[in-house]
């Protein structure tokens, strides 16, 4: 299969701030550096200022990769009449955009740094005299109000007869004339342009998704990272426990297991449940603790007897991760749910098996995603929601030893305490996958789903964003 066969998983519209960082955070794994997306995008603004046959542009720029772009647009004009950059000279800038300032300083263009609004003030005359204003100040990474010395330069722009053009998406209160984005729309009504971006850094997964991922606040207090429970075991010991280990470290701060089976781990809340088996007897006990968490992970070791708890269970839960005996008829349907099945498991719950060729899989898995996202296991991942499809590569073949899916749908509940489904499904795969991944390099085939677990932080938390 070629990559253009999964053309068809592209989404399309409008595209926001994080998923963008997203995106060009796998294009930048991919090998596509953020200083070449950063030429292609300020090329194409140049030449949309070109072709409006002007002699005097004013370029207007943040300290940001926005800026960065406008300082290329200003490189690619220079042969004109007067070209003039206005740009923040107080405060950090990123190294992509530091580079373009760097290499800026070398082209015949007028070069401007303020550090306040009498700073603007004293360069009121370029906004009389241009052609054309190019706002290259903030871009997709702005919010709240436009601080000085940039909201003086947005009066001025507004205040000037010269048609603005905005780099990817406009300065907040600023009258744009034209809205240039790159890969994808900003916002509506913009013209797009290709910068470049593979496809394949929007339809897999990969290290820019990280960035989805929300930083702990410095003051966070106990519970901030959610609490989950985890309902399984019975006829299988282990399982639930490796849930629950998976959820511990990828960020929850309180994890309960809820389970007839008891295995001492002196980081996890045992709440027992009396006999070999969970049953209607254990409602009132498990619906309590349903109650109070954000997360219910369920379903693993927990045989075929069950499945009328696992229903009430779902009834109850505000968002639910339903794995393993769960995935039975009738579905369990929280309020919000994930389902991770294998192969064999999506076709329990469908009734057909998923079609081998990956395409005809991600179209399959996607008109199965009807009452929750489903990630479907296996030597891709395929995540959908129904309207969206994903891909994960991730893994080795090692991860054919039992725990590893397990481990997954743990991962997952602790992403979904503070992640959409659909996020917390996709980013949950890539780390499964890429831990199994580190563990592999050690153990080889050797590997135990329980050498994995320690390898999550170490994906999960580091942040990998274009600069």
Do not use: W
């Not at 079609?355 to 995603?369: E, F, I, S, T, Y």
């Amino acid at each position: 299969m070629t990559t253009n066969d999964m053309r068809e998983f592209l989404e399309t519209g409008v595209i926001d701030a994080g998923r963008m960082r997203a995106v060009e955070g796998n294009a930048v794994a991919l090998g596509h550096p953020s200083l070449s997306m950063m030429e292609s995008a300020g090329r194409a603004v140049a030449d949309a200022v070109l072709a409006r046959g002007v002699s005097r542009v004013l370029v207007l720029c943040g300290r940001g990769n926005n800026g960065g772009d406008g300082m290329v647009a200003a490189r690619y004009l220079r042969h004109l009449d007067s070209v003039d950059v206005v740009y923040p000279d107080c405060g950090s800038t990123t190294s992509s955009a530091a580079a373009q300032a760097s290499l800026l300083r070398h082209c015949s263009v007028a070069l401007h740094p303020i550090r306040c609004a009498a700073d603007v003030e004293a360069l009121s005359c370029l906004f009389g005299e241009a052609d054309i204003i190019v706002d290259a100040m903030l871009g997709t990474g702005a919010s709240g109000a436009v601080r000085e010395p940039l909201a003086t330069l947005v009066a001025r722009a507004n205040g000037s007869g010269a048609p603005v053009v905005a780099v990817d998406i406009p300065t907040p209160g600023i009258r744009a004339s034209r809205v240039i984005s790159f890969h994808r729309p900003k916002v509506e009504g913009a013209d797009v342009v290709d910068i470049g971006i593979p496809l394949e850094a929007e339809i897999f997964t990969g290290p820019g998704d990280l960035a989805l991922v929300p930083a702990r606040a410095s003051g966070a207090h106990k519970g901030a990272g959610g609490e989950v429970l985890v309902v399984g075991g019975g006829p299988y010991q282990g399982a639930p426990y490796i849930a629950a280990m998976g959820a511990l470290r990828a960020g929850a701060d309180i994890v309960r297991i809820a389970s007839p089976a008891y295995i001492p781990m002196p980081d996890l809340i045992y709440e027992r449940l009396e006999g070999g088996a969970i049953t209607a007897d254990h409602l009132e006990t498990i619906l309590s603790l349903v109650d109070r968490a954000d997360v219910v992970v369920c379903g693993m070791g927990l045989g075929k007897e069950s499945h009328g708890v696992v229903l009430a269970v779902a009834e109850a839960a505000r968002r639910a991760v339903f794995d393993a005996d769960a995935l039975s008829r009738p579905l369990p349907v929280a309020k919000e749910t994930i389902y991770t099945p294998h192969a064999g498991e999506f076709a329990r719950m469908i009734g057909a098996e998923p079609p081998a060729d990956l395409a005809a899989r991600g179209r399959c898995v996607k008109a199965a995603a009807t009452a929750g996202t489903i990630l479907l296991k296996g030597p891709v991942d395929v995540v959908s929601d129904g309207r969206r499809v994903r891909f994960n590569r991730t893994g080795t073949p090692a991860m054919t030893v039992g725990g590893t899916g397990d481990l997954l749908a743990g991962v997952t509940g602790a992403l979904f305490c503070h992640l959409p489904a659909f996020e917390a499904a996709c980013i949950a795969a890539y780390v499964n996958g890429r831990a199994g991944m580190r563990a592999a390099e050690e153990r080889g085939n050797g590997m135990l789903a329980t050498d994995m677990p320690d390898y999550i932080p170490q994906e999960l938390f580091r942040r990998s964003a274009p600069e």
